[in-house]
C-alpha cells in the first residue's frame, strides 16, 4: 500500500471515530420517564438506509444492517458524461462507529421529526434517511439541505463518516448508476 493511501485511510479513519465521538446527545433524546422505569423499551434498529443522490451532481446511498455489514454507492458525474456514475463499496462499520449509528438511528425512530415541508433552494439536496425496526415498523424522513435539524443532521453526518471510510478501500463494482439497486435484504423496503 502506498504512503498517500495509507495517509488517506489515516484521515478517513480519525474522521469516523470523531464523527462518533457524541453518544452524549442520544441519551438526552430519550424519554425523561424512561430513566424511571429502569428498563425504557427501545426498539431495536435492523437496518439504517440514506439516500442522498442529486440528479445533477450526484451523491451516495448507504444501505447498512444492523450487524455494521452493507454497501455504499457513491454517485458522481463524470465531466462531460450525461449520465450519472457509481462506484459501489461494502461496508464493514467498527463496533464503536456502528454502536452510535445505532443509539442515533434509535433515538430518530422514537421520537421522529417531520420532513421538510417548505420548497427547496433550487440545486438543493434532499437527503433521505429511513430506519428500520424490529418490529417491521421503518421511519423514512428527508430534510432539504438547508433546513437544519439537530437530530438528522447528526445521524446524516455520522453516515457520511461511514462512506468517506469505505472509499478508502478499492470498489467493489463501478459503471453507470443504478438507482434501482438494493442489496439482498433491503429489497422491496
Known sequence: MGADVKARAVILLTLLVAACAAPERVAASRPANAEEEGRAKVEQVVAIVMRDVHPLHGGQVVYLAADGTGYCQLVSRPSGATALAERRYRLAV????????????????????????????????????????????????????????????????????????????????????????????????
Do not use: C, M
Open 94 to 189: 467498527p463496533a464503536e462507529a456502528l454502536a452510535r449509528l445505532l443509539r442515533l438511528g434509535a433515538a430518530h425512530a422514537a421520537a421522529p421529526i417531520p420532513s421538510s415541508a417548505q420548497p427547496g433552494l433550487p440545486d438543493a439536496a434532499k437527503p433521505r434517511i429511513a430506519v428500520r425496526l424490529a418490529s417491521g415498523r421503518s421511519v423514512d424522513v428527508s430534510r432539504w439541505q438547508h433546513d437544519h435539524n439537530a437530530e438528522f443532521d447528526e445521524l446524516y453526518q455520522a453516515l457520511l463518516a461511514v462512506v468517506q471510510a469505505a472509499t478508502s478501500q478499492k470498489p467493489q463494482s463501478q459503471g453507470r448508476f443504478e438507482p434501482d439497486w438494493a442489496p439482498d435484504g433491503f429489497r422491496g423496503r
